[in-house]
């Protein structure tokens, strides 16, 4: 198994663009989990799904960032506009709930906004 | 919710001795605690985990230990080798929310001098 893939690995943007982060979990799994990791905040869980519905978001930090999860094998997280504080590694995770608690980590997404 | 609080933040130690890192909860019903290993600029990955029915696992040099009633866990790691060296994060189950949401402590970097 190719474990659980992110793309794009870095991204530099601009402040007030558009930043979309992908993710597709590990096959079979059912839960599907976003953090933000900063050296201040450590790692925050920004939401999670289960059977592609989103179960707490209650880490979104605010209105500009939105996740969807359209299947079980595809994730976005969505910033707009995007501002210099978002800056920060974003992992996405996946688990198989019910069967098996280990959360399996993706490689991540370091983003840096400008 | 769950609140996690990890100590100390960093640690650093001879190769060869033991290391100790300590963690405490404040939801006496979370039932699920593990510690993952992140390496610099790598992903967290799991390295041993501890559900509420028992106190002590150990899987080679590492182990891991929980005390229900003063709410806090401990991972012991003997016979430290370089490769130790890494940050070692704490986790608890939050079980207000889906029970797949876990709570992170802030982290533990290791040192470990050859």
């Known amino acids: 198994d190719a474990g659980v893939i992110q793309s794009p690995r870095h991204e530099v943007t601009e402040m007030g663009q558009e930043v979309t982060l992908r993710c597709k979990p590990i096959?079979?799994?059912?839960?599907l989990f976003w953090y933000r990791q900063t050296m201040m905040r450590g790692l925050e869980l920004l939401i999670y799904f289960n059977n592609n519905v989103p179960i707490d978001d209650s880490g979104m930090p605010e209105d500009r960032f939105s996740a969807k999860m359209p299947n079980a094998s595809f994730s976005t997280l969505k910033i707009q506009p995007s501002e210099p504080r978002d800056s920060a590694v974003y992992f996405c995770a996946s688990s198989l709930a019910g069967v098996l608690d280990e959360q399996y980590f993706g490689p991540g997404t370091r983003l840096t906004v400008t | 919710g769950e609140n996690v609080e990890q100590h100390p933040s960093t640690l650093s130690v001879q190769e060869g001795d033991s290391a100790v890192i300590k963690c405490t909860y404040s939801?006496?019903?979370?039932?699920?605690f593990p510690w993952y290993k992140q390496e610099l600029g790598k992903r967290p990955q799991l390295i041993i985990d501890i559900r509420s029915n028992v106190g002590e696992k150990k899987d080679q040099r590492i182990a891991v230990t929980l005390n229900k009633t003063a709410k806090h866990f401990s991972l012991h790691i003997t016979e430290t080798q370089p490769e130790d060296s890494a940050v070692y994060f704490c986790?608890?189950?939050?079980?207000?929310?889906?029970?797949?949401?876990?709570?992170f402590g802030t982290g533990t970097r290791l040192l470990v001098s050859p």
């Open positions: 939801d006496s019903a979370s039932n699920y």
């Open positions: 986790a608890s189950r939050d079980m207000n929310t889906g029970f797949q949401k876990l709570v």
């Open positions: 096959s079979g799994h059912n839960s």
